[in-house]
C-alpha cells in the first residue's frame, strides 16, 4: 500500500478529524440542500467550470467548520486549563505554614532533593506526599536509612510559572 494512502487512511482513523469531517459534510449537505437551484444554476453559469458551485460550496464549508471547531477546541481547552489552575490553587491555599516552608525550601534551595530518616519523616511531608505535592524518589535501603523527597514535576511547573506570571505584573 503506498505511503499516502497509508497517511491518508491513519488520518481517518483519529477522533478528532472524524468530527470534523462529520461537520464539514454536514454543513456541506445542509447548504446544499437549502440554497434554491436557481442561485446554482446561475454560479455554474458565471464561473463555467463543471461542479464549481459544489467545489466552492465544499470549501466554504471546510473553512466555516474549521474556524468553529478551532474556536470550540480553544475554549474548552482554556475551560479545562482554568478548571485545572483553579484546583492547585485551592490546594495551595488548604497548605499550612510548615507545608509551606517545605514546598519554599525545594522551590528556592538549588537543591531539588529534601532528606529525612525513614523513621522521623515529618508529619507535614507525610501530608504533601498524601497530597501528591512531593513524590518519594530515593527509599532506605538495608543500611541507609535516609529517605529523599521532590516536588512533583507537574506541580513544579506550575508553581513557577505562577510566579513569573505574578513578577510580569508586578513589572
Known amino acids: 500500500m503506498p505511503d499516502w494512502l497509508i497517511t491518508l487512511v491513519s488520518n481517518f482513523k483519529k477522533e478528532i478529524f472524524t468530527v470534523k469531517s462529520m461537520l464539514i ?3 456541506f449537505f445542509s447548504s446544499f440542500f437549502v440554497v434554491p437551484a436557481e442561485v446554482r444554476i446561475k454560479f455554474e453559469e458565471v464561473i463555467k467550470i463543471p461542479f464549481s458551485y459544489e467545489i466552492a460550496l465544499f470549501a466554504v464549508s471546510f473553512i ?3 474556524f468553529i471547531y478551532y474556536v470550540i477546541v480553544k475554549f474548552y481547552n482554556k475551560k479545562k486549563l482554568n478548571k485545572k489552575r483553579n484546583e492547585l490553587l485551592s490546594l495551595i491555599d ?4 510548615k ?3 517545605i514546598i519554599s525550601y525545594l522551590l528556592y534551595s538549588g537543591y531539588p532533593y529534601i532528606s529525612f530518616e525513614a523513621k522521623k519523616i515529618p508529619e507535614s511531608v507525610n501530608k504533601l506526599i498524601n497530597k501528591g505535592i512531593i513524590i518519594q524518589s530515593s527509599y532506605p535501603m538495608m543500611f541507609d536509612t535516609e529517605c529523599r523527597f521532590m516536588l512533583n514535576s507537574s506541580f513544579e511547573t506550575f508553581i ?12
Open 99 to 101: 507545608e509551606k516552608g
Open 25 to 27: 459534510m454536514l454543513t
Open 94 to 97: 488548604s497548605l499550612d505554614k
Open 160 to 171: 513557577r510559572n505562577e510566579l513569573k506570571q505574578i513578577n510580569i505584573n508586578n513589572n
Open 64 to 66: 466555516l467548520c474549521s
